[in-house]
């Protein structure tokens, strides 16, 4: 497993102002959107792609153009939804899914999974998870074992902020999944919320609490 960590001064400036408890939901959105457009780029970096005959108004030319089957981008719901703007407008060709995931209320420690628009089959595609928050690490990893029960091997994790220990339980579960995330921060508190990190995303997006 990869851990990719974007050290730009840039991505820095724009976490601290999304981190702010002062920053109104509507710069946040276009915060998180900055932000993944910047972490796309970084992992988008293998994409496959085809040799693409054209014409240019001067002479012909063989470009590239992203290969086919299309790449797929699966926010896990809700938060992951925040995220999904930047990623389109980055990759304008890739598919969108959509997984739900949520504690068990019975067994919090696991996750389960109460909706789902994914293709049945996703073998030899390449998958976007998009999620902000990698905190204890449960909701990815549920959302992976599921993507890979439908056949995906080439899988790469977004996060906006991680804790460590989401990424060890990353380790643990799915050893073969690269990580991209804007901000590794320090720890999870006893709710289970990312130390500083930025708060409920999901209620931070939409407005909700
Ligand atoms: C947040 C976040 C992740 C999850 C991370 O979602 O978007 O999905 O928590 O926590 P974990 O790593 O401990 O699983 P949340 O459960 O708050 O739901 P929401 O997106 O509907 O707000
Ligand atoms: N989910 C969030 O939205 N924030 C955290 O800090 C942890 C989980």
Redesign the pocket.
């Known amino acids: 497993m990869e851990l990719h960590v974007l050290n730009h001064p840039l991505v820095e400036h724009k976490l601290t102002v999304l981190r702010d408890k002062n920053t109104p939901s509507s710069t946040f959105r276009e915060l998180v959107s900055e932000l993944v457009m910047l972490e796309a780029y970084e992992a988008t970096r293998n994409l496959s792609v085809v040799a693409a005959p054209i014409e240019t108004p001067v002479a012909p030319m063989t470009g590239k153009k992203i290969a086919s089957p299309r790449p797929i981008i699966v926010p896990v719901l809700r938060?992951g939804l925040g995220m999904l703007d930047g990623m389109t407008r980055l990759i304008p060709t890739a598919e969108v899914g959509f997984l739900g995931m949520k504690r068990d209320e019975e067994h919090p420690t696991q996750q389960v999974t109460y909706a789902n628009r994914l293709p049945e089959d996703l073998s030899g595609r390449q998958c976007f998870l998009i999620d902000?928050?990698l905190?204890?690490g449960g909701?990815a990893s549920a959302a992976i074992s599921f993507i890979k029960k439908r056949g995906c091997s080439h899988i790469r994790l977004v996060n906006l902020?991680a804790?460590p220990e989401g990424i060890k339980r990353m380790q643990e579960d799915h050893p073969d999944v690269d990580i991209y995330v804007a901000g590794m921060d320090d720890h999870?508190n006893e709710h289970?919320?990312?130390?500083p990190?930025?708060?409920?995303?999901?209620?931070?997006l939409f407005g909700t609490k």
Do not use: E, F, N
Request: glycine share 20%; hydrophobic share 50%.
């Open positions: 938060a902000p928050m905190a204890t909701s902020i804790a999870l289970g919320y990312i130390v990190g930025l708060g409920d995303a999901g209620d931070r």
